[in-house]
């Protein structure tokens, strides 16, 4: 009947094709691709969550034959972060760490301090020279140097931020007037800790845009490596120390043939969405033509009881 099992639609795909969206990832795409001709290798990073209850949902049951009782709390979860390449996650490059853990290195959920040290002892030792790092713009990528208060911090934010940066004001200003001198003197760019911490290592950083994680292959990593797990957790009773000795396992058991699998299917999605922005673009242009027929003079002439009628009556609400 020439249908095809394929995954549903999503709504999010209509919702994410905002114009500012759209630019942005055309950037990327251009970006990636000077990339990839000059040679440079390009390592994707991410994090992940995994706990005890990642197990199958089905099981073989039948007359007295029970089904599997799976445990279905997560009192067990830790944090997964790492970077690849085509050729697989970078050698000891992975961190494991408990969620909510409030001693060690690394502690709590995964934030500014603790990405910007996994950066720095983790990641920059085994960066290949000249290396392009892509990753996406949470709030913890992105730690920004000298970040200007906004208009709603409180005054003496606003003092300490302008002395820092040798900027003269004085305590018995309005917080308008602070701010003021805040818009005129901040930076035109921002600058964030870990770019530059790359960038001073000869390394290069591209964001991915918006809502566009399918275009990382290591989101593909992440689910080999929990149907793994998933494999090896029937019950979900895992102890933390299992746990944790389960997901090594299954973050080693990624081969490099997964790996150049997950970073073409990457490349086709990329080629994918320089077909359809480019559409998009026509379809676009073609619409703004057609709506351009209409002398825009005209709707400013007061005197045109034509062009009035006929605003109006689209003013009308449907029946």
Same mark, same amino acid.
């Given at each position: 009947?020439?249908? !095809?099992?394929?995954?549903?639609?999503?709504?999010?795909?209509?919702?994410?094709?905002?114009?500012?969206?759209?630019? /942005?990832?055309?950037?990327?795409?251009?970006?990636?691709?000077?990339?990839?001709?000059?040679?440079?290798?390009?390592?994707?990073?991410?994090?992940?969550?995994?706990?005890?209850?990642?197990?199958?949902?089905?099981? /073989?049951?039948?007359? %007295?034959?029970?089904? &599997?009782?799976? *445990?279905?709390?997560?009192?067990?979860? +830790?944090?997964?972060?790492?970077?690849?390449?085509?050729?697989?996650?970078?050698?000891?490059?992975?961190?494991?760490?408990?969620?909510?853990?409030?001693?060690?290195?690394?502690? %709590?959920?995964?934030?500014?301090?603790?990405?910007?040290?996994?950066?720095?002892?983790?990641?920059?030792?085994?960066? #290949?020279?000249?290396?392009?790092? &892509?990753?996406?713009?949470?709030?913890?990528?992105?730690?920004?140097?000298?970040?200007?208060?906004?208009?709603?911090?409180? !005054? *003496?934010?606003?003092?300490? /931020?302008?002395?820092?940066?040798?900027?003269?004001?004085?305590?018995?200003?309005? =917080?308008?007037?602070?701010?003021?001198?805040?818009?005129?003197?901040? #930076?035109?760019?921002?600058?964030?800790?870990?770019?530059?911490? +790359? =960038?001073?290592? %000869?390394?290069?950083?591209?964001?991915?845009?918006?809502?566009?994680?399918?275009?990382?292959?290591?989101?593909?990593?992440?689910?080999?490596?929990?149907?793994?797990?998933?494999?090896?957790?029937? !019950?979900?009773?895992?102890? +933390?120390? =299992?746990?944790?000795?389960?997901?090594?396992?299954?973050?080693?058991?990624?081969? =490099?043939?997964?790996?150049?699998?997950?970073? *073409?299917?990457?490349?086709?999605?990329?080629?994918?969405? /320089?077909?359809?922005?480019?559409?998009?673009?026509?379809?676009?242009?073609?619409?703004?033509?057609?709506?351009?027929?209409?002398?825009?003079?005209?709707?400013?002439? #007061?005197?045109?009881?034509?062009?009035?009628?006929?605003?109006?009556? +689209?003013?009308?609400?449907?029946?």
């Amino acid at each position: 009947m020439g249908l !095809k099992w394929k995954r549903c639609g999503k709504i999010r795909n209509v919702l994410i094709e905002r114009p500012d969206i759209v630019n /942005w990832r055309a950037r990327y795409l251009r970006e990636i691709q000077n990339c990839r001709h000059e040679g440079k290798v390009i390592v994707y990073l991410d994090e992940t969550w995994v706990d005890n209850n990642l197990t199958f949902g089905k099981c /073989w049951s039948g007359p %007295g034959v029970p089904g &599997v009782l799976t *445990n279905t709390s997560s009192s067990n979860r +830790l944090i997964v972060v790492s970077a690849g390449t085509k050729d697989g996650f970078l050698h000891d490059c992975n961190l494991i760490f408990k969620a909510g853990r409030a001693t060690g290195d690394y502690h %709590g959920q995964m934030n500014g301090v603790n990405f910007e040290r996994w950066v720095h002892e983790k990641l920059l030792p085994h960066l #290949p020279k000249n290396s392009v790092v &892509v990753l996406d713009n949470a709030p913890y990528h992105c730690p920004q140097d000298n970040k200007p208060p906004s208009k709603y911090a409180v !005054k *003496n934010d606003m003092v300490e /931020w302008l002395i820092k940066n040798n900027i003269a004001c004085s305590t018995t200003m309005k =917080k308008f007037e602070l701010y003021d001198l805040i818009v005129q003197h901040k #930076p035109p760019q921002k600058i964030f800790r870990v770019d530059s911490l +790359l =960038k001073a290592h %000869g390394h290069l950083v591209i964001l991915l845009p918006p809502y566009m994680c399918e275009l990382n292959p290591i989101e593909l990593a992440w689910a080999t490596m929990k149907r793994e797990i998933k494999n090896h957790n029937i !019950k979900g009773d895992l102890c +933390l120390t =299992k746990l944790e000795e389960v997901t090594t396992h299954a973050m080693n058991s990624v081969t =490099k043939i997964d790996y150049e699998g997950f970073t *073409n299917h990457t490349l086709k999605l990329e080629q994918d969405y /320089w077909i359809k922005d480019g559409l998009i673009e026509d379809v676009i242009d073609h619409f703004v033509i057609e709506l351009g027929g209409v002398d825009s003079s005209e709707s400013d002439n #007061p005197d045109d009881d034509d062009q009035s009628s006929s605003e109006s009556d +689209l003013a009308c609400p449907l029946d």
